[in-house]
């Protein structure tokens, strides 16, 4: 039987691609981690897959700005691949660093403009002024994606960025992101109110943690679901109990069963 096939695409300085591989591959899926020069040297390559997924990290050290650098290669040599791609109904994920490379590569928003094309949002540095490194409380917000688990509607995961806050161009593009449903997560307070600084960490606008494109195909979140993939990775499990399906584990889960249902 055909698996769901999932390319991780990493570089110098991505440091996630293996929790990830991990997470999918115990999902059910068939992974490959392959390096961007695997794709620039034969792009079609990309048609063997039904999940992209560019995993956290540092990406060529953050030289140019967080994500600058792939984002680039993405679109001056892969962008008519991911095109197809994304027309085939196939999906896209960007995590922490990958988000960031996806908002950059202008795959996200990816609301539609006349006129010359500016940027319609990016991440920026924490409104704290340090790195962030701890766990958050996630609020499901869309139903346009509809490959994750509308049951799970919200999500105990962990961050771990200097470049998280979401900000939009301005006013109109938010109010296009609420009316299309491409706010995926929010961040929110354990009580499940609107999050504050720690519980939204970057002091990103709305308290937003995730965005899809119009199609709800393309996907980017700045918590890491593949750093809670087993159960003894919950901060609490010795106390509270270990859970038989920790929030990462139901994410992947989720995409893998949505490529066995729709693309298989």
Request: charged fraction near 25%; charge should be negative; include cysteine.
């Amino acid at each position: 039987m055909a698996l769901p096939s999932v390319c991780i695409l990493r570089t110098a300085g991505t440091n996630c691609d293996r929790e990830t591989h991990y997470a999918f591959e115990e999902a059910g899926a068939f992974v490959e981690r392959v390096h961007i020069s695997g794709l620039l040297s034969r792009p079609a390559r990309l048609n063997d897959y039904h999940v992209l997924v560019v995993p956290g990290g540092f990406s060529y050290g953050d030289d140019l700005g967080a994500g600058t650098l792939l984002a680039n290669e993405i679109n001056c040599f892969l962008g008519e691949e991911l095109r197809r791609f994304r027309a085939a109904g196939k999906l896209v994920f960007g995590i922490c660093n990958g988000f960031q490379i996806l908002v950059k590569a202008g795959l996200l928003p990816g609301l539609p403009e006349e006129g010359a094309a500016r940027p319609q949002a990016t991440l920026t540095n924490n409104e704290s002024g340090k790195f962030e490194d701890r766990w958050v409380y996630l609020k499901l917000c869309s139903r346009k994606v509809d490959f994750l688990d509308q049951g799970a509607s919200t999500l105990y995961l962990p961050v771990a960025h200097g470049e998280g806050k979401f900000v939009v161009r301005d006013d109109a593009v938010m109010r296009r992101l609420e009316e299309n449903d491409q706010v995926v997560f929010r961040y929110m307070s354990p009580d499940g109110g609107p999050a504050s600084y720690p519980w939204n960490p970057n002091g990103s606008q709305g308290d937003i943690a995730g965005i899809c494109d119009p199609s709800g195909r393309v996907l980017g979140l700045m918590p890491h679901p593949e750093r809670h993939s087993e159960a003894t990775n919950h901060p609490r499990w010795t106390r509270e109990g270990a859970s038989d399906r920790p929030d990462g584990t139901r994410f992947f889960a989720a995409a893998v069963n949505y490529v066995r249902q729709r693309l298989l």
